[in-house]
């Protein structure tokens, strides 16, 4: 168990709709991080979050927006949802804003079960 | 854009194999991670290097840095079919937010 949960973990939805994925991080993790996993393809960073702040943005589209509380849970809004969308969503949190760093701030990421969205 | 390419993408041999899969960019990075990820749940950290040359052994799993710390590779002894999983590399650097993954590697151990 990560300490990180995510739900639902289970989301079928039909084209054009909106759904919304919420991830809570680890005690004491003010970092958030939400990747998309499609089939046979490594994660996409999507959207970082620190403390309340977005601090990076990667390959995520404008129908698709997120944020992140100041109990620092975070949700992830896909809207006008396309079959293209159908993946896993995950959410990660770390200490550090950092990730990737070793030793004591470590930036390890520790991953939620994902939520697994498909548009029919 | 900084990509990690890995290879193979597939990999399936019998247990008590040994095997290595790689990890490569054209770009240099900080630090070197590498996850497993297994069906049905998100990856989880095995080791991070970060310098270059760097060996890191974790029971029967060797972790390399390149001397450039452009690569990485990772290879295992005697594979279990515990190892079975979707091995992913993530590269980072210094002040900058964003883990960088791999396409992945996909285990497959044969009992």
């Known amino acids: 168990d990560s300490g990180v949960t995510q739900t639902p973990k289970h989301l079928i939805t039909a084209t054009g709709q909106r759904v919304t994925l919420r991830c809570s991080p680890r005690?004491?993790?003010?970092?958030v991080y939400w990747y998309q996993q499609s089939l046979d393809q490594g994660l996409q960073f999507l959207i970082q979050?620190?403390?309340?702040?977005?601090?990076a943005k990667g390959n995520i589209l404008e129908r698709f927006s997120a944020q992140q509380f100041p109990d620092l849970h975070s949700e992830l809004n896909l809207s006008s949802l396309e079959l293209g969308d159908s993946a896993l969503y995950f959410c990660?949190?770390?200490?550090?804003?950092?990730?990737?760093?070793?030793?004591?701030?470590?930036?390890?990421?520790?991953f939620g079960e994902g939520s697994r969205l498909t548009v029919l | 854009t900084q990509l990690l390419e890995q290879s193979p993408q597939f990999l399936s041999i019998q247990e008590g194999e040994n095997l290595t899969v790689y990890c490569n960019s054209s770009?240099?990075?900080?630090?070197l991670q590498w996850y497993r990820q297994e069906p049905g749940e998100g990856p989880v950290l095995l080791v991070t290097v970060v310098t270059g040359g760097e060996v890191k052994k974790l029971k029967r799993l060797t972790f390399q840095f390149g001397d450039a710390r452009k690569d990485s590779s990772l290879h295992i002894t005697a594979a279990q079919p515990g190892d079975t999983g979707l091995y992913l590399c993530?590269?980072?650097?210094?002040?900058?937010?964003?883990?960088?993954f791999g396409t992945g590697t996909r285990l497959t151990i044969i009992p």
């Open positions: 979050y620190y403390n309340g702040e977005e601090r």
């Open positions: 990660a949190s770390s200490v550090s804003p950092y990730p990737g760093l070793a030793g004591k701030n470590t930036g390890e990421l520790f």
């Open positions: 005690s004491g993790d003010l970092s």
């Open positions: 993530a590269g980072a650097n210094f002040g900058n937010e964003k883990l960088t």
């Open positions: 770009s240099v990075f900080s630090s």
